[in-house]
């Protein structure tokens, strides 16, 4: 009989990910719910959904995500990245689902000067992080079977993004100024949904552990943004080309703090999985086509 698979965050970038790779994993039935229909951070309603749909796993994708908004809201993204997260990992715990549930490079400080194992201190530096990794406790603490996936700079097709957000720029101006004092790794959300099917699949009766999942290879913003626009560009998809102007941090006014090397070490998951996660750019070109084919529509 096909495992059920309780998906929070549907619409969300990496859960509409999740669903578009839902049909190379035909074992697995998805009922996807986002929170107009199931808000994780009310138990009576996660309770009675429990109760009706009886999930093997579920996979939590539903976050408050908006860093800086986090820092003036902080009470609202304790609520989603942590209190709604420990309900959850007790109900799991209890009813013997397996629970996937994701975060962050932002729970570390940035100031080691080498990629981040698992086990590495967290010390986030912001409001969003804080409470990513209070939610991570939370599930350690309960240990529910499954895994906690930290990721970083999501990329995708879906919803805003920071690829989509340079394509808007470039496609408006003729310079943009971005950031060239933070480092970190750009994922593809495509590539981090598959991963996560794909490691459901090879689950057994895992213990709660926590691995790092980033497409490889390390880069600034700044990086990010001219390899995004020199493709677009070799793509026909721009008339002109934009000058990317690399700036810092201290000149922008970002009302987080972000670390400034965030990179995480991938070396755990790619023994355990026995896969090589591919490079970010191999990655942010087929986002870059596929976004060009719905443009031609
Ligand atoms: N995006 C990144 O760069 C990044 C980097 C590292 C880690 N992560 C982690 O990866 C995971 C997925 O991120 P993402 O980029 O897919 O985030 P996202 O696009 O913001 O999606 C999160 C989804 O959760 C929904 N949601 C918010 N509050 C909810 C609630 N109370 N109940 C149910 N659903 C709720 C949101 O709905 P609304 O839109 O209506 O609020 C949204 O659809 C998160 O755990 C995030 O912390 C993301």
Not at 60 to 77: G, L
Request: contains cysteine.
């Amino acid at each position: 009989m096909n495992k059920k698979i309780l998906l929070t965050g549907a619409d969300g970038q990496l859960g509409q990910s999740i669903l578009r790779e839902s049909s190379k994993f035909p074992s697995f039935t998805f009922i996807p719910t986002d929170q107009h229909n199931l808000d994780i951070t009310n138990p009576q309603e996660v309770n009675s959904e429990l109760d009706k749909i009886k999930p093997d796993y579920i996979i939590n994708t539903a976050a408050y995500t908006n860093v800086d908004s986090a820092e003036s809201d902080y009470d609202t993204a304790l609520a989603i990245n942590s209190t709604a997260v420990h309900n959850l990992a007790v109900e799991c715990k209890k009813r013997g689902i397996f629970l996937v549930h994701f975060s962050t490079d932002y729970v570390f400080s940035g100031e080691k000067k080498e990629p981040y194992n698992t086990h590495d201190k967290c010390a986030p530096l912001n409001v969003y992080g804080k409470t990513k990794w209070l939610g991570e406790q939370a599930i350690n603490t309960i240990a529910p079977q499954g895994k906690i996936i930290r990721t970083s700079w999501l990329f995708s097709i879906f919803n805003r993004n920071f690829v989509k957000t340079i394509i808007e720029k470039a496609s408006a101006h003729k310079e943009i100024r971005v950031i060239s004092d933070q480092l970190g790794q750009p994922t593809s959300a495509h590539d981090l949904a598959y991963f996560t099917l794909f490691s459901i699949l090879q689950s057994k009766n895992d213990k709660m552990d926590t691995i790092h999942f980033s497409n490889q290879g390390a880069c600034s913003w700044y990086e990010l943004a001219k390899e995004i626009v020199e493709e677009y560009y070799r793509l026909n998809l721009l008339d002109y080309m934009p000058r990317v102007m690399s700036t810092s941090t201290n000149e922008l006014t970002q009302k987080a703090t972000r670390p400034a090397m965030s990179v995480l070490s991938t070396k755990k998951t790619e023994d355990v999985y026995n896969i090589v996660i591919r490079d970010w750019r191999s990655s942010l070109s087929d986002v870059l086509i596929t976004l060009s084919f719905s443009r031609m529509k």
